[in-house]
């Protein structure tokens, strides 16, 4: 193959997906020393069941047991297409994915030196009051500036990611090395093909192994070892900071990015079985009918988002004010403000970071089509596994010291079904996705609302009393919209499909 070609990325999804804010004992000391631990309990070709990792997680990282699983499911559903149907996962990649995780302590330092910059940014900007008579709160998560500035600035994620592979090659590389004692570390190509987990081979260049494009390993025997310092010099040359135009291009990448006040509805056609990325997206209403593998909303506000099925991982990471709803294996939610999930997922809704005012509730809408979409996005049903139905109520906190105060769980009467489009056949929710409870609160609400029509029509009104009791329905309502917060979806929902 033309050595001109070649051409790595870092695996992105890896970084959307599964970072965790880092655990205080997580080092690189300590990883090494954690994986040595799992090689004297590994099988002869390196592989460890859940309980060994639990084990050594929980004495090494002092990590709960529940935290424990998080990680471990996690890279499961990352590092293979289709997880082994027994709990067992390969200690390369996973040393691999367990240095990822350090990249949380990185962007929080640059996090830390851009928020100093903006306290000293407003401060010199003199600026005013605000409509409530008092000075705006700069360093408040709520505030749109301190998103954007925080989080675009001075460098973008994927530049950030970049970065932080680069400086931590030597790392990675002594990580997936058989002799974790030595100083001076060399790879075989086996050894080095673990590295396969974090990269991928940009369009043009050809998927095979990553050790065969690398000319050390062409002109020597296969148990050649090839020292760290050549390989990463290698990596250095052929590693290439992925752009969105170069993600997009991708097989099986769909990314939605700025949209604003934007109705968009995508099926099978367009997304069935792709990694979705949407974000920086406003006030806009996104809904995917059909299963996907992987799913992610970064820094968006005010977004609606339905998702039929996704196979793998979903993640809202740095939201503000969005709602989402969908069936999943895996759900994470960190970094957001005042958003409202509505999940059955076969796993416990993962929440991490700074998260405040985050509601969960469980899935609601059903139409026809679910069931089979679940199936194909191997998504047990509660004849299968009764725990999916409940999950969303039973969420798992990472590296919290604050359990239990950055959500809160959605009660019967406040529980209403998602209105989808006209085309999605949607009907009420069904107790195989939904609690009975919350079930029986819909039919309630709607036998009442029949009960008073039916009393309307048996009233023998005449037009005109009944052109009086429709103003006074409609203003009520109207008020109701006003005085709940729910005014605007409406509105802008009726608006902008009338615009499509």
């Known amino acids: 193959m033309s050595r001109d070609k070649i051409g790595l990325q870092v695996r992105t999804e890896l970084f959307d997906h599964g970072i965790f804010p880092c655990p205080q004992r997580l080092n690189q000391s300590s990883i090494i020393n954690l994986v040595k631990t799992l090689y004297l309990s590994a099988s002869h070709d390196g592989k460890i069941t859940i309980s060994q990792w639990a084990e050594a997680a929980i004495k090494q990282l002092s990590l709960s047991l529940q935290e424990a699983e998080v990680y471990f499911e996690l890279f499961r559903s990352l590092a293979y297409e289709r997880k ?16 990822l995780q350090l990249y949380s302590t990185a962007t929080t330092r640059i996090s830390l030196e851009n928020a100093s910059s903006l306290t000293s940014k407003f401060n010199s900007d003199g600026l005013g009051l605000s409509g409530s ?43 997936i090395s058989s002799d974790l004692q030595a100083i001076e570390v060399a790879l075989t190509s086996s050894e080095f093909n673990s590295l396969g987990f974090l990269f991928i081979p940009i369009a043009g260049t050809p998927e095979v192994p990553i050790s065969r494009m690398v000319p050390y390993y062409q002109t020597k025997p296969q148990m050649t070892r090839v020292h760290s310092d050549d390989l990463s010099e290698w990596i250095n040359r052929k590693l290439i900071c992925p752009t969105n135009e ?17 109705v968009v509805i995508k099926g099978q056609n367009e997304c069935q079985g792709k990694d979705i990325r949407l974000f920086n997206c406003e006030e806009s209403y996104v809904y995917i009918n059909t299963a996907v593998k992987q799913i992610s909303l970064i820094n968006c506000r005010e977004v609606t988002l339905f998702v039929t ?16 709803a969908l069936t999943a294996n895996m759900l994470r939610v960190g970094n957001s403000v005042d958003c409202t999930v ?7 809704p993962v ?10 509730g469980p899935f609601n809408v059903y139409y026809p089509e679910v069931m089979r979409m679940m199936e194909n996005a191997e998504i047990p049903n509660s004849n299968i596994n009764p725990k999916c139905v409940h999950n969303w109520s039973a969420p798992i906190e990472m590296n919290s010291e604050q359990s239990g105060h950055c959500f809160t769980l959605l009660q019967p ?14 009907q009420n929710p069904v ?37 009086r009791l429709h103003l006074a329905i409609q203003g009520y309502f109207r008020e109701w919209l006003v005085s709940s917060g729910n005014v605007k979806g409406p509105l802008e929902l009726v608006r902008m499909i009338d615009q499509e």
């Open 84 to 99: 082994p149907q027994q709990p067992i996962i390969d200690i390369k990649p996973f040393a691999i994915f367990l240095i």
């Open 133 to 175: 008579g008092t000075f705006p709160n700069p360093a408040s998560p709520r505030s749109k500036a301190v998103r954007g500035f925080l989080f675009s600035q001075p460098a973008s994620d994927f530049q950030m990611t970049h970065q932080f592979v680069k400086s931590n090659l030597k790392l990675l590389m002594k990580a």
């Open 246 to 262: 170069m993600i997009s291009e991708r097989p099986g990448v769909l990314l939605l990015s700025a949209l604003n006040r934007s």
């Open 309 to 324: 099925a996704v196979s793998k991982v979903a993640t809202m990471d740095k939201c503000e004010l969005c709602t989402i």
């Open 342 to 348: 509505y999940v059955y997922s076969q796993f416990p």
């Open 351 to 360: 929440l991490y970071g700074d998260n405040r005012g985050i509601t969960l």
């Open 413 to 426: 009467k406040d529980f209403f079904k998602l209105v989808l489009p006209g085309q999605f056949g949607a």
């Open 431 to 467: 107790p195989q996705l939904t609690p009975e409870e919350f079930v029986n609160a819909i039919r309630i609400r709607e036998e009442y609302f029949a009960s008073i029509q039916g009393a309307i029509a048996k009233a023998g009104l005449n037009e005109e009393q009944e052109r």
